[in-house]
Structure formats: C-alpha cells, structure tokens
C-alpha cells in the first residue's frame, strides 16, 4: 500500500533562519513526490515534484526538496524563512501507471518575525 | 491559462438534503479529481474521472458520486448529506499521466446543517 508520512503537524522557525518540513512514503516501485502549499482558505498550490534524475529538486519561491532514496524522505527546505512562508504544507505520492496521489496529513509551518 | 475554478465557492445545506459541486479543469487538462479535506481527516481522496470515466476511487460511500463531461468539466454529487459531509471540497487537474502535477481550484466549502 502507498502512504506519505509527516511526521511533524507543527514546525515553527525564526525569520531569517533554514526551515526544513519531513516527508516520508512508503510506495511500491519507482515514487513520484510533490510538495504542495495551502493558505487559509485557499486551494492547494504546487511548489515541486521529484520525478526522476537529480535528487535535488528546486521548486518556487526559494523551496527546494531532498529525494533520498534509501531513507524513503523527501524533506522540504528553504534557507532563510519568511513570514509569508507560514502556511500549511502538504506532501504527496504517486507511482508509475497509478494516477491516484496520496497525501500526507500536512505540516503547519510557523514563521515568527 | 486560466485555473481550476470551482462552483459554488460556499454552500449550506441541511441534512438529508443533497448537493451539487462543480469544477472547470484548466484547458486542456483531462484527468479530474476530488478531494474531501477535513481537520480530522486531512486530505482524503474521492475519485478520479479522465475521459469522462471514473479511473481511480477512494473509500467513500456510495452517497458520494461524480462525473465527467465530453468538455473534461466535472461535477460531483452527495446525496442525503450527513452533518459529517461539512468540508473543504477540492478539485484538482492535470493533463493525463501519473507524472504531471496536479492543480487545484481554490475549492467549495460545504456546511452542513
């Protein structure tokens, strides 16, 4: 069975200083992986995905993300935080010939000025 | 391009009653899916049409149905609402394959009563 951990509901961080959001799955074969974004009362936007190829993948607004094959994680980073970063993220899971996502529970991101 | 736009944005309804949610897929975008999201329950999976058929299904009961239009919009319907139906509905598009990202609508907020 496919499943995504976020093992964190809650990061908070200082403005200024690196934010990392876990991600972990557990998926049969090759995984695709994404990060989404949610502001309060808006739909879900697209920051990045790991298909294949390098495992560093950069995505918007300064996000990028580490596919690590043999922990089975896919964290979020971004070296310095902002305060408009505070939001919830998601993680999400696919897998070759499978068009179903399966999404992590959601991290809610704190950045304090 | 104009995004994934979902109608009504905000709905109130009683129990027993049933309703109707639509959504507008970017253009081009054939594959549709929907998703409940709750403070429970997170982001839970209802189905997925492509091509006007229903290709992937979460574990929802029979209450919760959808479809697909030839233009790729789709509706989706629940009948005889229960209080626990109230959620944030999402829509989400993308081209067709396992690998594209999917985009989200900024979603319908169903209350019920």
């Known amino acids: 069975a496919q499943s995504v951990a976020q093992p964190e509901d809650q990061v908070n961080v200082a403005e200024g200083n690196p934010l990392t959001v876990k991600c972990t799955y557990s998926v049969s074969g090759n995984p695709y992986l994404f990060w989404y974004v949610q502001y309060p009362n808006r739909g879900l936007q697209f920051l990045l995905k790991?298909?294949?190829?390098?495992?560093l993948v950069k995505g918007s607004y300064g996000f990028e993300a580490e596919f690590n094959k043999s922990q089975t994680s896919f964290h979020l980073k971004k070296p310095s935080a902002l305060v408009s970063d505070s939001a919830l993220y998601f993680c999400?899971?696919?897998?070759?010939?499978?068009?179903?996502?399966?999404f992590g529970s959601g991290t809610k991101l704190n950045v304090k000025p | 391009k104009a995004g994934v736009t979902q109608t009504p944005r905000y709905l109130i309804k009683t129990r027993g009653q049933q309703v109707t949610l639509s959504c507008s897929p970017i253009s081009g975008h054939r594959s549709v899916s929907w998703y409940q999201q709750t403070p429970g329950q997170g982001l839970q999976f209802l189905f997925e049409y492509f091509s006007e058929t229903q290709r992937n299904k979460g574990n929802f009961p029979g209450r919760f149905s959808g479809r697909q239009f030839s233009n790729s919009r789709s509706e989706m319907n629940v009948s005889t609402l229960e209080l626990g139906d109230s959620a944030l509905y999402l829509c989400?598009?993308?081209?067709?394959?396992?690998?594209?990202?999917?985009?989200f609508g900024p979603g319908t907020r169903l209350t019920v009563l």
């Open positions: 790991y298909i294949t190829g390098d495992n």
């Open positions: 989400a598009s993308k081209p067709a394959g396992p690998t594209d990202t999917q985009y």
């Open positions: 999400a899971v696919g897998r070759n010939n499978f068009n179903k996502f399966y």
